[in-house]
C-alpha cells in the first residue's frame, strides 16, 4: 500500500523569503501522479501543483516549483518570496493511476505554514 | 459559479441521530468522492463515484450510505451518529481517469455531542 509521509508538523518563513516543505512517499509503482494540496484557514482545499512521476523536469507555478526526485521518492514544495497569504496547511497526495479508482488520493499528515510579517 | 457546493456548511448534532449531508458540482465532472478530515487534520478517501457507480468504498461502516441521484449530486446519510464521527468532511469531483487533479468543496463540519 502506498504511503505519503510529511515529517515537519508546522514550519515558520518570514514573509519574502523561500521555505521548503519535505514529502516522501513510499510505492512500489512505477508510474503515477503526486500533488501539493494548500488548505488555509478557511478549510477551502486548493490545488497547488502536480507533477507527474514519468516527466523528470520539475512542475512550476509561479512561486511554486517542486524538487521530485523519483528515486529516492522525494517531492518536496519550494515557495519563493513568501506572502502572508500562504500560511496554511499544505498536503502532500499521492495518486495512483488506476482507471477502475478515478482519483483515490493519498495524504500525507501535513505541514501547517506560518508566513510571519 | 462554477464550483462544488457542499450543505450544511456546519452541523451540530447528539449521539444517535440520522443526519446528511448534501454534495453538488457544476463543473461536469463525472467522479465525485467524499474525504474526510479527522481531528489531527488527516484526510482519508471514504467513496468514490462515478457516474453514480460506486468504484470506491474504503471499509468506512455501513451506517454511512453515500447516494448519487445523478452524476452531478453526491450525498452522504449518516444513521445512528457516533462521538467519533466528529469531523470534516469534505466532498470533491474530477473528470474521469488518472491525473485528474480534484475540486473539492469547502467543507462540512460536524459535531457529534
Known amino acids: 500500500a502506498q504511503t505519503v509521509t510529511q515529517s515537519q508538523p508546522e514550519m515558520s518563513v518570514q514573509e519574502a523569503e523561500t521555505v521548503t516543505l519535505s514529502c516522501t512517499y513510499d510505492?512500489?509503482?512505477?508510474?503515477?501522479?503526486l500533488f501539493w494540496y494548500k488548505q488555509p484557514p478557511s478549510r477551502q482545499m486548493i490545488l497547488v501543483i502536480r507533477q507527474e512521476a514519468y516527466k523528470q523536469q520539475n512542475a512550476t507555478e509561479n512561486r511554486f516549483s517542486v524538487n521530485f526526485q523519483k528515486a529516492a521518492k522525494s517531492f518536496s514544495l519550494k515557495i519563493s518570496d513568501s506572502q502572508l497569504g500562504d500560511t496554511a496547511m499544505y498536503f502532500c497526495a499521492f495518486m495512483k493511476p488506476t482507471y477502475n479508482q478515478g482519483g483515490k488520493l493519498i495524504f500525507g499528515q501535513g505541514t501547517e505554514l506560518s508566513v510571519k510579517p | 459559479d462554477t464550483a462544488v457546493s457542499q450543505t450544511p456548511k456546519y452541523l451540530v448534532t447528539q449521539m444517535g441521530n440520522d443526519k446528511s449531508i448534501k454534495c453538488e458540482q457544476n463543473l461536469g465532472h463525472d467522479t465525485m468522492y467524499w474525504y474526510k478530515q479527522d481531528s489531527k487534520k488527516f484526510l482519508k478517501i471514504m467513496f468514490s463515484y462515478n457516474n453514480k457507480e460506486l468504484i470506491i468504498n474504503e471499509t468506512v461502516p455501513n451506517r454511512f450510505s453515500p447516494k448519487s441521484p445523478d452524476k452531478a449530486h453526491l450525498n452522504l446519510h449518516i444513521n445512528s451518529l457516533e462521538l467519533g464521527d466528529s469531523a470534516v468532511y469534505f466532498c470533491?469531483?474530477?473528470?474521469?481517469?488518472?491525473?485528474?487533479?480534484?475540486?473539492f468543496g469547502n467543507g462540512t463540519r460536524l459535531t457529534v455531542t
Open positions: 470533491a469531483s474530477s473528470p474521469w481517469g488518472p491525473n485528474s487533479p480534484l475540486h
Open positions: 510505492t512500489s509503482e512505477n508510474n503515477y501522479y
